[in-house]
Structure formats: C-alpha cells, structure tokens
Nanobody
Framework: QAQLVESGGGLVQPGGSLRLACSAS????????VAWFRQAPGQGRQGISCITSQGRIYLTDSMKGRFTTSRNDAEDTVYLQMNGLEPEDTATYYC????????????????????WGRGTQVTVSS
C-alpha cells in the first residue's frame, strides 16, 4: 500500500502554473531523497527532478527553466513547482522516496524506490 501521497494536480490553462505536493502517511520524508516522475497515456515514465535529503536539486534537462522542486522539512513535504505549463505536460505525476538520500536511483534510472505515490493528474488544456 502506497504511503506517499501526491496532491495539487488539476486542470490548468496553457501558460499556467501548479504546485504539486508529496507527503508521507506513515514515515518521515526527511531522511529520503524524493524524485518526481510523470507518465502520459501511452508513454513511458519520465523523470523530472530529484531533491536529496539535504536539499540539493537535480532536474532533467528538458524540465529546467519551467519546473523546480523544493522541500519543507517542517511540513515534511516535497513540492514540484511547474510554471509555463503546456498541453504536452498533461500526465499523471508521481513522487517516489529514495533511501539513498542522494538521488542515486534517479541518476541510475532504477525504479526500486522505497515507496511510490499513486499519482496526481495534471491536465493542461484551454
């Protein structure tokens, strides 16, 4: 049973912004690196970003300039800020917790994260 929960998705017009949140129900996110992914219908999963347990941020090149991630340890939440959204950004967005703390799984392209959320839908349409 997924213990990560994503929230903040919805319908937004092109050019708009959304901030997604990732929180955990039965453990603390603080010791984990947290990655964001997305998957559009009929397409494979695409990595977006990863933030280490210490707050260092890594972004997939194609996401730089529009997306960023942050964490608020007091709120035990990791955020994905998305600006300048385009219809091509329509997808289900997922967060995942990485025990390595350093985004090792994200760089290696491995999927054996400690936990995955069930996703939140983002639809960009006029």
């Amino acid at each position: 049973q997924a213990q990560l929960v994503e929230s903040g998705g919805g319908l937004v017009q092109p050019g708009g912004s959304l901030r997604l949140a990732c929180s955990a129900s039965q453990f603390t996110l603080g010791p984990y690196a947290v990655a964001w992914f997305r998957q559009a219908p009929g397409q494979g999963r695409q990595g977006i970003s990863c933030i280490t347990s210490q707050g260092r941020i890594y972004l997939t090149d194609s996401m730089k300039g529009r997306f960023t991630t942050s964490r608020n340890d007091a709120e035990d939440t990791v955020y994905l800020q998305m600006n300048g959204l385009e219809p091509e950004d329509t997808a289900t967005y997922y967060c995942a917790a990485d025990k390595t703390k350093l985004c090792v799984l994200f760089f290696a392209g491995h999927n054996d994260y400690a936990d995955w959320g069930r996703g939140t839908q983002v639809t960009v349409s006029s």
